[in-house]
Each structure stands twice: as C-alpha cells, then as structure tokens.
C-alpha cells in the first residue's frame, strides 16, 4: 500500500469517527451542503442508495405495496392531533410561517415523517373492510433539524423510504412491522453483507405514538450501535387521531389498526463503518456502484486497449458492472484509488496476460491475487465476487459475535462498552430505572430479544422483565 496515497485518510484505528468522516469525502461519496447540517451525495455515493433502492423496491412489491407521493409540507394542526407524537418530534421539526410575501395563517410543518398527512388521506379512501389491507410506501426526503450532524449517519435532510398499511386488526398491523423487519435485515445481510442484531424497542425508545417499536442494529467496527432501520405497530393511535374507520364485516363502523417502516441513506454510513479499513471504503459486490474495475497494463502496446475493451463488453453483457480507466494515471496511482473506492475486484490486463490467456485479478476484501482464465472470464468474476460477497458478510458476522459480551455486573457492563462492546444482560423494564442508566453512563437500551423474569435487573437489582442489549450509539 502507498502510504502517502491515504495520508489524508484518518488512521482507523486511531480516530474511528474523523476516519469515517475523511473517507465519505474522499471517496466523493457526499459533500458538505450550503446550509449547516446538510449534505449533497454525489454520484458514486447515490449510486450505491439506488442500489439499495432497487433491492428494497422488489421485496416491498412481493408484499402488495404500491408506491405512492405525499407532500412535504403538513398542516401544523396534524402534528397536534397525536399528543405523543407532536411532543416527540418537537425539537426537530422545521416549521414554515411565511411563504408567498406574506405570514401563513396556520404554520407548516416539513415533514419529519409522515403518518399524520398520510392517516388524512387514509380516512377518505378507506371505507369498508373490503378495502383493507391497504399497503402504500413513498421514497421521499425528510427534515429533522440535528443539533449534531455526520454526513449519511445523522443529517438535517436525508433520504429514505417510509412505508405504512392499514389494517382490520391489531394482530395483522404487528404482523406488517415484523414482516417488514425481516425485509430489513435480510437486506442488509444479502445486500450490504451486514448482520444485526434485531428486536424490540423499550417504552422508552420506540417511535412516538407507537404501540410497539422494532429495531434492527448494525454493530460497527469501534463497537458502536447504529439503529439502521425500524418498523412500528400503531394500534389505533394514529387512526383515532385521523379518524380512519371502515364498516367491518358486521356493518359496524370501527377505527383501523396501522403500521409504519422505514429505512434511509443511514445505511450507506453503516456500510463504510462495517465493511472500511486502513486503505479506505470496502464494498460489497452486489450494492457496489462498480463491481470490477479494469485496468490497462502497459496500454500504448499492441492490443492492450482493444482487448480491455473486449473484456469490458463481455463481462457487461453478464451483467457485471465494470468499469474500464484508461486514462493517463499510473497503474499504480489507479490502484491505490479504486482500492480507496471499495471497488470489490480489479482486473489487470497486459501484454503478457493476454499471451498466457489470462488475466490478474486482485480482491479487495483479502487483496489476494488470482489468475483468470481469459476464455471464461465472465463467468470466474461472477464466481469470485460471489466468494467476496460471503466472505465480507462472515468477517462482519465475526466482528458482530466479538463485538457482544454477556454479563450480570452493571460496573463490568459499562466498562466493556466504553471498551467497544455490546453488552446482553437484564433489565426490569422501568422507565426510570433506564433513564438513570442514560444520564449516568450515556449508554441506552438497544433491543430486546426475549421476556425474562428468572434474573434480577443489572442496575437497580429487582427481578428482570426483559433480556435485552446495552450499548453506545451513533
């Protein structure tokens, strides 16, 4: 590795957080926006959401969601409708009070999320048990203004997907937030090679006006929990508070059961924190924007460029994204950049490759170098960045496992969590018993995996409600 290439890369094993900072930008994955708290992703980074977008798209489909817009701007008096959730989102909303040359009549809200204006329009389509279950998402931006922001992790305006059905029943309303957990992870475990560590939310940490809260945590690589996604079971909360009824099936007017899920370019800032290292990004081959980068060796010789050409046209016609860099750069400046990129394989090809048939393949997951028969080359990449895939996801998978440690003392637990771990243990489930955790240590409750009242509580000593994680967060 050059060394002076990535001096302007943070040493990761010296500060994570300014590391994962020098890397979004370096790599232009996203840039500072004009306004403080705000970002502009950049091509190579949208890239990479597309991809996401295009995995998600497809799973929601197959669970007979259509996708649909709803405005950004929403009336004030919907936000006051549910009390939990108006006082929730307080701290974080924009409101708009003059627009047009002159002062509103009533402010506006930009949505932060958007279960009032869209429980609005809920009340007037549905009508009847017939038209239930009704499953509608929308890919739209949202603002929340942070106080403290890091591009992709915790931004003003991001980017996500928020999803919300209506059902005839509190049962099927929980059943939508869990099935759209396992959309969640199973997106992250085949698509972006992350595994997570998936449960419930405490009262204290679930959405606002929710009945229940379901979380998916990605473990980074300093230890650190990041929620990467979440789904709610509403109940009847947002119903009642948009009047959504339907006739059920005895002619009775009832109030409608809800759910809503979401996931946004969060997740793009857990894939440079799991997957990253000291040379830079590391990605996996299926959300990679490029999966093979082709690099000309020797390329004013006889040959060199047309049959990198030839390589490029075979292996985009199997579906592999590659690209060709035949500029002036060195070999060796190319390597060291798509190496910072993440690019998951790079293919060098030069005279004497092509005399021997074949070609040199470097994986950027082990940096191990292979020899590729020319002949069949399509179909060897497509096997290799499949073992890159799998042996990504089993390194974060190790790093997930090393990452958790189980014990029963409280001043052990918070020792290994500032040490960079997760810890498992037991909690009696009182609110204030959490908040004193929160205030004393700065670490909070992840998710709870599992009823427990067979052992006592990790703080306060009384018997245990829940097993559960603890741990710090970005």
């Known amino acids: 590795m050059n060394k002076d290439f990535v001096s302007e890369i943070t040493d990761i094993n010296k500060d994570f957080p300014q590391w994962y900072t020098d890397v979004v930008l370096k790599t232009e994955m996203v840039d500072y926006g004009p306004v403080k708290g705000t970002m502009v992703i950049r091509p190579y980074g949208y890239a990479i959401w597309e991809n996401i977008q295009h ?6 489909k197959k669970q007979g969601v259509q996708n649909a817009y709803f405005p950004m701007f929403i009336p004030e008096s919907f936000l006051k409708r549910e009390a939990e959730h108006v006082e929730g989102f307080a701290p974080e909303v ?22 009032t204006i869209i429980g609005e329009m809920f009340s007037k389509w549905i009508k009847s048990y017939r038209d239930l279950p009704y499953k509608i998402n929308q890919w739209c931006n949202v603002v929340r203004w942070e106080k403290t922001t890091r591009p ?69 690589k300093d230890g650190k929990c990041l929620q990467a996604g979440t789904t709610h079971n509403l109940g009847q909360n947002f119903a009642k508070a948009s009047n959504i009824k339907f006739l059920n099936q005895n002619e009775k007017l009832e109030y409608a059961y809800t759910s809503s899920w979401g996931v946004s370019t969060r997740l793009i800032g857990a894939l440079v924190m799991v997957h990253g290292d000291e040379r830079g990004l590391r990605l996996p081959p299926k959300v990679a924007p490029i999966q093979v980068v082709l690099i000309p060796i020797a390329s004013k010789k006889e040959g060199v460029l047309e ?30 950049e798509y190496e ?14 092509i005399e021997n048939g074949l070609a040199t393949a470097v994986r950027r997951d082990t940096h191990e170098k292979l020899q590729l ?102």
Request: charged share 25%; with cysteine.
């Open 152 to 220: 992709f992790l915790r931004t003003s305006e991001f980017l996500w997907q928020e999803g919300h059905t209506v059902q005839a029943s509190i049962e099927d309303a929980n059943k939508d937030a869990l099935t759209m957990l396992d959309v969640y992870s199973n997106c992250l475990k085949n698509l972006l090679a992350i595994p997570t560590l998936t449960g419930k939310k405490t009262e204290n940490e679930k959405f606002a006006g929710a009945v229940a809260t379901y979380s998916m945590e990605a473990i980074m």
């Open 307 to 336: 049959k990198c050409n030839e390589v490029k046209t075979l292996l985009e016609n199997h579906g592999i994204r590659v690209k060709l860099d035949d500029s002036n750069n060195t070999p060796g400046w190319k390597f060291n």
């Open 55 to 60: 995995y998600l798209d497809a799973e929601f």
């Open 340 to 353: 910072m990129r993440g690019v998951p394989l790079r293919l060098e090809i030069g005279p004497r490759d």
């Open 373 to 474: 028969n020319l002949n069949n080359l399509p179909n060897e990449v497509e096997k290799t960045l499949n073992l890159i895939q799998n042996n990504m996801y089993k390194q974060a998978e190790i790093n997930l496992k090393n990452s958790i440690v189980e014990t029963d003392n409280f001043d052990e637990m918070v020792n290994e969590i500032n040490s960079g771990k997760v810890a498992l243990t037991y909690h009696c489930g009182n609110s204030n018993c959490e908040t004193e955790i929160k205030n004393k240590t700065t670490i909070k409750t992840r998710v709870i995996i599992a009823d427990d009242n067979k052992h006592t509580c990790i703080y306060c000593g009384k018997p245990s409600k829940y097993k559960l994680y603890f741990g710090k967060q970005y």
């Open 94 to 115: 924009a409101v708009v009070t003059f627009a047009g040359g002159q002062e509103l009549a009533e402010k506006l809200i930009v949505r932060p999320t958007s279960e």
